[in-house]
């Protein structure tokens, strides 16, 4: 018998032989690929892994850094405007998906079963989201006074004034409306493209056997998006973690606080109290978080993968 080393040799050698086949075939292919490659490790893998790092420290351009531990995280937790931010933050998920969530969905397939002007209806949909965010905070501002169009409007109903802006159990409300009219046209579009690319064959077999509109949706159109919604909306859930945007523009985390969110609340520890150390403490905590939605993602649709 020969040595076990000679008879794996050839076996070896023919695998590498391949390998080394594959490479030099897609080596262009490889080398398009690879500013892209950097890109992304540049620009995304860097900082989150710079931001671990100095969630650890105590940052001063004047005097230089101080590893201080874990004192970030204990300064996170130990401070009850977090807990008020996170509050708030699941606060305004849960008013996105009671307000908003739907109306994307409800929309694509109203639009799906129009016969005439249904590309007018595209445009009118898609239209908000193209509003650039100064003009859309100044108009809703407008919109949302004491003697504005909505309350005007509430006025004919004898519904006295309401304060949407400045009473706190009315300003997270105004900011998810004033977002739901904005950006739901985006992901009706998307949705829209759900529902289109599922075969009409199915819909023309149902009305043949005699189901109605609403059977043809429950029975044929939600299964079949089952995995884009359950998609969407954990892209929501990340969406609506990292909101500041509107509740910072609008009312800057007020009135008392009242609108504060979490991420308003890193961009207040970063830019405010330039506080840079429990900033990146307090982000690396989302992205731990946010990690960790993904994950339970894509375990529950890991078929569809």
Do not use: C
């Not at 710079?50 to 996170?76: E, H, M, P, Q």
């Not at 731990?288 to 375990?299: A, C, E, M, T």
């Amino acid at each position: 018998m020969g040595e076990p080393g000679a008879v794996l040799q050839p076996v070896i050698e023919n695998k590498s032989a391949k390998r080394r086949g594959r490479f030099k075939k897609h080596f262009w292919g490889y080398m398009f690929l690879l500013p892209a490659v950097a890109i992304f490790i540049l620009f995304l893998w860097v900082p989150i892994a710079k931001g671990a790092l100095y969630s650890f420290y105590s940052i001063d351009f004047v005097k230089g850094n101080t590893f201080v531990g874990w004192d970030n995280y204990a300064r996170v937790f130990h401070d009850p405007d977090v807990w008020t931010a996170i509050k708030n933050t699941l606060y305004y998920m849960l008013l996105t998906m009671v307000m908003g969530f739907w109306v994307p969905i409800v929309a694509s397939i109203a639009i799906s079963e129009l016969r005439k002007f249904q590309g007018f209806a595209r445009i009118a949909a898609y239209l908000p989201f193209v509003v650039p965010g100064v003009v859309l905070y100044g108009m809703w501002r407008w919109m949302y006074d004491p003697v504005g169009p909505i309350n005007g409007m509430l006025s004919w109903f004898g519904v006295d004034p309401v304060s949407f802006i400045s009473d706190s159990k009315w300003s997270m409300i105004a900011i998810v409306f004033m977002e739901t009219w904005q950006q739901f046209g985006s992901a009706m579009l998307i949705y829209l493209a759900g529902v289109l690319s599922i075969p009409r064959d199915w819909y023309e077999a149902a009305e043949i056997d005699g189901a109605g509109v609403w059977n043809r949706i429950r029975y044929i159109t939600l299964p079949s998006m089952r995995s884009l919604i359950v998609l969407m909306l954990i892209l929501q859930i990340v969406g609506t973690s990292q909101s500041y945007q509107s509740q910072m523009a609008l009312l800057d985390g007020g009135p008392n606080n009242a609108t504060l969110t979490y991420a308003l609340l890193i961009v207040k520890y970063a830019f405010t109290r330039l506080d840079y150390g429990t900033a990146t403490a307090m982000g690396m905590l989302m992205f731990v978080v946010l990690s960790l939605v993904g994950i339970l993602q894509y375990k529950l649709n890991k078929e569809d993968y």
